[in-house]
């Protein structure tokens, strides 16, 4: 994307400096053979000076670079630069410039120093918020944000929403700040700036606050591997779903344990588990029956096991079964209703 080694540059700039500026620079910035990034208290100590010294030096060097032959010299450079950015989004998180422009870990270093050097680029530091981030417009990045924040606001909790979609309302948010037509590429770059939104293994997107989208352990991954199921599994197909959907290896018994404990899942049958916001309800065949009687009124047998097996996969003699308990009663007419 850079039609210029980051590290050439680098060290045309830092050869006009003092020795103590350019090696303070070099050990802050990590652009040593270790690429190891030094503290301020750290260099400090070595030099028997102040961190905040520390400080003054590196902000002086930093000046001292801009204002030298060899910024000018490469001017080119950072208008190339100037330009990946662009193209890129002109907005964009530290880590996306990074991994998209930058070609090895070593360069990433050198690439920090000349966006941290170069009049052209302004950073904004981590928030609770938004990631840290590079632009070179800063209306658009006002915007972004703008469109962003109020996308967060728009999000129910426990809801995801499939990445096309997704796209297409961030699209909205962002033509109501005057902002229109960017390619899905960049949206998605613009997304990634927040830190409130993410995006799951399955690429739905939602609050990262969600347990839907910021995945810990196996029983949101068997909510995952549920959700795109979209009917009931038995814990062992779970367990197998994990392993394909995500290359997660789950023994089926640890995956078993997990749905009991957690009451997004409903056991619905014989190791079958449903989930809760699909409209099963938890409880035995016994209290199933009950909440159907409880809601309609007294039924026939025939219309009991239908409504039952809409909710539990059981046979109809286990139905049946649970019909003779005490909490119902066969009325004259032949129907059951609920015992007073």
């Given at each position: 994307?850079?039609?210029?080694?980051?590290?050439?540059?680098?060290?045309?700039?830092?050869?006009?400096?003092?020795?103590?500026?350019?090696?303070?620079?070099?050990?802050?910035?990590?652009?040593?053979?270790?690429?190891?990034?030094?503290?301020?208290?750290?260099?400090?100590?070595?030099?028997?000076?102040?961190?905040?010294?520390?400080?003054?030096?590196?902000?002086?060097?930093?000046?001292?670079?801009?204002?030298?032959?060899?910024?000018?010299?490469?001017?080119?450079?950072?208008?190339?630069?100037?330009?990946?950015?662009?193209?890129?989004?002109?907005?964009?998180?530290?880590?996306?410039v990074l991994s998209e422009?930058?070609?090895?870990?070593?360069?990433?270093?050198?690439?920090?120093?000349?966006?941290?050097?170069?009049?052209?680029?302004?950073?904004?530091?981590?928030?609770?918020?938004?990631?840290?981030?590079?632009?070179?417009?800063?209306?658009?990045?006002?915007?972004?944000?703008?469109?962003?924040?109020?996308?967060?606001?728009?999000?129910?909790?426990?809801?995801?929403?499939?990445?096309?979609?997704?796209?297409?309302?961030?699209?909205?948010?962002?033509?109501?700040?005057?902002?229109?037509?960017?390619?899905?590429?960049?949206?998605?770059?613009?997304?990634?700036?927040?830190?409130?939104?993410?995006?799951?293994?399955?690429?739905e997107w939602g609050l990262?606050?969600?347990?839907?989208?910021?995945?810990?352990?196996?029983?949101?991954?068997?909510?995952?591997?549920?959700?795109?199921?979209?009917?009931?599994?038995?814990?062992?197909?779970?367990?197998?779903?994990?392993?394909?959907?995500?290359?997660?290896?789950?023994?089926?018994?640890?995956?078993?344990?997990?749905?009991?404990?957690?009451?997004?899942?409903?056991?619905?049958?014989?190791?079958?588990?449903?989930?809760?916001?699909?409209?099963?309800?938890?409880?035995?065949?016994?209290?199933?029956?009950?909440?159907?009687?409880?809601?309609?009124?007294?039924?026939?047998?025939?219309?009991?096991?239908?409504?039952?097996?809409?909710?539990?996969?059981?046979?109809?003699?286990?139905?049946?079964?649970?019909?003779?308990?005490?909490?119902?009663?066969?009325?004259?007419d032949g129907l059951f209703?609920?015992?007073?």
């Amino acid at each position: 994307m850079l039609s210029f080694s980051p590290r050439t540059v680098t060290k045309v700039l830092l050869s006009d400096l003092p020795d103590r500026s350019r090696h303070i620079l070099t050990d802050r910035f990590g652009l040593g053979t270790k690429s190891e990034e030094r503290t301020l208290d750290a260099i400090g100590k070595e030099y028997g000076i102040t961190r905040e010294r520390i400080r003054q030096i590196e902000k002086h060097g930093l000046s001292a670079v801009r204002e030298s032959s060899g910024y000018k010299a490469h001017a080119p450079s950072f208008e190339d630069l100037k330009r990946a950015l662009h193209a890129l989004g002109a907005v964009l998180s530290d880590e996306t410039v990074l991994s998209e422009i930058a070609e090895n870990a070593t360069d990433r270093k050198h690439l920090v120093f000349l966006l941290t050097v170069g009049h052209q680029f302004t950073d904004r530091r981590e928030d609770s918020n938004y990631r840290a981030r590079w632009y070179v417009d800063e209306q658009l990045a006002d915007q972004v944000e703008r469109a962003l924040a109020n996308l967060h606001e728009s999000i129910d909790l426990e809801k995801l929403t499939p990445e096309e979609e997704f796209l297409q309302i961030f699209a909205e948010a962002l033509k109501k700040e005057g902002i229109k037509n960017r390619p899905n590429e960049i949206l998605t770059r613009w997304l990634n700036i927040s830190k409130r939104i993410g995006r799951n293994p399955l690429g739905e997107w939602g609050l990262t606050e969600s347990p839907h989208v910021r995945i810990k352990n196996t029983r949101d991954f068997a909510y995952l591997t549920l959700k795109r199921h979209g009917s009931p599994m038995h814990f062992t197909e779970v367990a197998k779903g994990i392993d394909e959907l995500f290359q997660r290896e789950t023994h089926p018994a640890t995956t078993h344990n997990e749905l009991i404990k957690d009451n997004r899942f409903v056991l619905v049958g014989r190791g079958l588990y449903a989930l809760k916001e699909w409209g099963y309800q938890p409880g035995v065949v016994r209290d199933v029956i009950k909440r159907v009687l409880e809601s309609e009124g007294p039924l026939s047998r025939e219309d009991i096991m239908e409504r039952v097996k809409r909710e539990r996969y059981v046979k109809d003699a286990t139905i049946a079964v649970n019909l003779q308990s005490n909490i119902f009663i066969q009325l004259p007419d032949g129907l059951f209703g609920l015992a007073k």
